[in-house]
């Protein structure tokens, strides 16, 4: 192991979490170093990338904004956790219950009767400027007084040793989620020290916040629903709203998915309007409803502060606690905490002054080249600024913006950080950085309860000063040693559920995800007929042997749009496949596909989002324009494969209820609208008289193989049209997919009441009725068998645009809520 800390440094004025001053390994780390070294480099490399595999499988990600490769990033987690001493932790612990309970009595103060600002305790202009104050909010009576229901603090440790705050977390804060996912990751990588150094479990907690919206959730009689609000899937942290959704056991729903009418919040779910009685949001303040906050809020939920003022609905946080996240409070939080409640803070902040304050002001001025200046409101648009970093003349500068706007600017001390151990895989080694903790608690019957462990954020560099996730930070998991509570990691049934309780279709399964469910089937359909296709035109282009089929295979590609119309051959084929601006193109739809994708990621399987995470990669691939067509057609190779892979997880992994039926929908629709567009077509030209264009039209119908083990012959036109029009074994002919059609849809009907599609029904009796005999009788000549060519394109034509129009229907009907489903029976 000593080979494993030659490169760690030791600095008299750091603490090292690792390590005491005289370099000697502190007492609560011995077990688990005892363990790394008995596994040497090798092992722990492996553990490394076990891990780093379990984090891809998972699909765990966090997204960075303003970064083009940022869209689902791959979450960093270490390999070491975070030790922390049971004494330590018990102190901490009721320091950190004990700062909850103050702001939220502070909160209960400003929304109240202002009494602190009165008292002088806090200065209104700081309150009152902040834009997370809302004045909407005033006067509101929340159920227990209870306003932050979760709350998050951001610890630093000093060189002594002692945890500073350096930020408190009270609109809607994040982690959380993320520290259970790196538990769960961890304790599988060192089974043997997680048992036997007795770390705290963590499930307790989320119990605790079951219990707690559940309680406080104006329900009445009813089963209380509470969902989880997210702004969507570009969220940094969207991950975790799934995760802690499924973990909750919460539907995950967007602002569009609710709305409100008499003041009582709905989901709009596929068989009609359900009540909602709480919101877990992750949506900030002023986002939640236009109406009354910020107006151009796309996110939020029209309505939602009148239903929270009725007492119709529990919003946790409560709307406006953003207020308490400015930095210039923390200053002024001792004193409020000895008027309140008589002690003093357990937990101190670092020492900060809010410069709207003249004395506080003329001490930051003093300090101004040892301090980081921060904006007081989230509404000034300066970064924060290290005043070493500044010369004379910007220091100068900056002094004179704060003279002249105080208010705007809060001074704060440098955070020393703690520096932890990090395991550097590619040096094979432990080195030392910078990290802090973000510690969790959440609102109980009687008081806080405190997560036992946290988010450790780990910086990318060795001398940073600054921990983020946003600037390429890592985490890990945060093990609390000691005696563990009597109820373990496993998550336990809040009521018992017996016969009358089984259900056994989604309640609250939102319109929305039914219709990203239903585009994804499409998509997927889309992407495997173009990408079919395009491998046809490449292998045929690169072949050259048969300038007709290829002729034949342009015009069908120019027909459905995939083709621009104009420019040489080749570089129309490449914007095909590569062109984002390109409607039609092949990367377009596969990002089309990877957005539906990612609107329904709660109702994937971890194998399922696995496969579209390896899709995703592949796809990469067309970001290289200076690929050859060789090269793209073994991407299209592995595409179609990859797409097959999709096709399979739909039949075999997931559960037929509505969702799963919408999605099937959706792809049938697609692959007839598909199937019948490209044979009509291919009838109306060349290519229905030419072998090697119905070779290519059997393998564009993905039948060539069933086609060759049948007939043992060359590709002749009856029995290639029997097989691609009329058989009702072949799940790539028109008739299969118009019967399992017309199948789906009168379910639906059934089940939801609506009209069937009478245009479809009719082509399909017209379909089955057409004879193929009309196609060989001698006394016909090659004009008489075109007509009927003709004939039979102008039937595909009909079946394909009924199907669209039967797609367009479903979409007013159960995602638009337009007709007669919206009037349907509203459950309380």
């Not at 702001?103 to 602190?116: E, K, R, S, T």
């Not at 405190?450 to 946003?470: F, I, K």
């Not at 044979?679 to 030209?685: C, D, K, Y």
Request: a negative charge.
């Amino acid at each position: 192991m000593a080979d494993l800390l030659d490169a760690y440094p030791l600095s008299a004025t750091t603490y090292h979490e690792l390590l005491e001053a005289d370099g000697s390994v502190r007492a609560h780390w011995q077990p688990l170093f005892a363990q790394l070294q008995r596994s040497g480099p090798a092992q722990l490399a492996q553990r490394q990338a076990l891990l780093d595999r379990q984090l891809q499988e998972n699909g765990v990600t966090y997204n960075i904004y303003a970064d083009p490769e940022g869209t689902d990033r791959p979450w960093e987690l270490d390999l070491l956790p975070h030790l922390i001493p049971a004494a330590e932790w018990q102190q901490l612990a009721a320091g950190v219950a004990q700062r909850a309970r103050l702001l939220n009595a502070v909160l209960a103060d400003l929304y109240g009767p202002q009494q602190l600002i009165a008292d002088g305790l806090l200065p209104a202009e700081l309150v009152h400027g902040h834009n997370n104050f809302l004045w909407p909010c005033q006067g509101i009576n929340v159920p227990d007084n209870t306003y932050l229901h979760v709350y998050a603090v951001d610890l630093a440790r000093g060189p002594d040793g002692r945890w500073w705050v350096t930020a408190d977390r009270t609109q809607a804060p994040s982690g959380a989620g993320y520290a259970l996912e790196n538990r769960t990751i961890v304790a599988r990588t060192f089974p043997d020290p997680y048992r036997d150094l007795n770390v705290q479990h963590l499930a307790g907690y989320f119990r605790t916040l079951q219990q707690t919206l559940q309680r406080l959730a104006p329900s009445g009689q009813e089963a209380p629903l509470v969902v989880l609000l997210t702004p969507g899937r570009f969220n940094e942290s969207y991950f975790e709203h799934l995760f802690l959704a499924r973990q909750l056991g919460y539907p995950l729903v967007e602002g569009s998915d609710l709305t409100v009418r008499d003041a009582t919040v709905y989901l709009k779910t596929l068989g009609g309007l359900r009540r909602v009685h709480a919101i877990l949001r992750r949506l900030d303040d002023d986002f939640c409803d236009p109406l009354e906050l910020r107006t151009d809020s796309t996110l939020g939920v029209p309505g939602l502060l009148d239903a929270v003022r009725q007492g119709r609905v529990l919003v946790a946080n409560a709307l406006g606690s953003g207020v308490l996240e400015s930095p210039g409070l923390l200053g002024f939080l001792p004193a409020i905490n000895q008027r309140l409640f008589a002690e003093s803070l357990s937990l101190p902040s670092i020492a900060t002054w809010w410069c709207g304050e003249p004395q506080a002001m003329a001490q930051a001025l003093e300090k101004l080249g040892e301090l980081l200046i921060k904006p007081a409101f989230p509404s000034q648009s300066f970064a924060a600024v290290f005043g070493r970093d500044l010369d004379g003349a910007q220091r100068q500068a900056l002094a004179a913006r704060i003279q002249a706007r105080p208010y705007a600017y809060v001074a704060q001390e440098l955070a020393q950080l703690s520096q932890a151990p990090v395991w550097q895989a590619d040096q094979g080694c432990v080195l030392a950085r910078p990290v802090g903790m973000r510690v969790y608690a959440v609102a109980s019957a009687d008081g806080y309860r405190v997560l036992p462990g946290g988010l450790t954020r780990v910086a990318a560099l060795a001398d940073a000063e600054v921990v983020s996730m946003q600037r390429g930070g890592a985490s890990k998991d945060t093990w609390v040693l000691g005696e563990r509570a009597p109820v373990g990691e496993q998550w336990q049934a809040s009521r018992n559920l017996g016969v009358a309780d089984v259900i056994r279709q989604d309640p609250y399964l939102p319109s929305r995800v039914v219709e990203n469910l239903f585009w994804f089937g499409r998509y997927c359909e889309r992407c495997d007929a173009s990408a079919r296709l395009l491998r046809i035109l490449l292998s045929r282009y690169l072949d050259g042997d048969d300038p007709q089929a290829l002729a034949a295979a342009v015009a069908l590609a120019e027909n459905i749009s995939l083709l621009p119309a104009d420019g040489p051959l080749p570089e129309r084929m490449r914007a095909a496949l590569l062109d984002p601006a390109w409607t039609f193109s092949l990367r377009a739809n596969l990002q089309r596909l990877q957005w539906a994708a990612g609107q329904v990621r709660g109702k994937l399987s971890r194998e399922n989002w696995q496969a579209l995470v390896e899709l995703q990669r592949d796809a990469q691939m067309l970001d290289d324009e200076y690929a050859d067509f060789s090269e793209l057609l073994e991407f299209l190779n592995h595409l179609v494969m990859s797409l097959a892979a999709l096709s399979g997880f739909a039949l075999d992994d997931m559960t037929r209820d509505e969702g799963w039926r919408f999605l099937m929908t959706g792809r049938r629709i697609e692959r007839l609208a598909s199937l019948s567009t490209s044979l009509a077509t291919f009838l109306r030209g060349p290519g229905a008289f030419d072998q090697e264009g119905l070779e290519w039209l059997l393998e564009l119908g993905n039948s060539s193989i069933t086609y060759r083990s049948r007939y043992l012959a060359v590709a002749q036109l009856i029995p290639v049209l029997d097989l691609l029009l009329l058989d009702e074994q072949n799940p790539h002919a028109v008739q299969f997919q118009l019967k399992l059609l017309l199948r789906s849809l009168g379910r639906l009907g059934e089940e939801f009441g609506t009209p069937q599609e009478p245009a479809l029904a009719v082509f399909a009796a017209r379909l089955r009725h057409f004879d193929l005999g009309s196609l060989e009788n001698p006394l016909f000549g090659e004009a008489s068998v075109r007509a009927v060519l003709d004939g039979l394109a102008e039937l595909l034509e009909g079946i394909a645009q009924a199907s669209v129009q039967a797609s367009e229907r479903l979409a007013l009907r159960h995602f638009a809520h337009v007709d007669d489903i919206s009037q349907q029976t509203v459950s309380a």
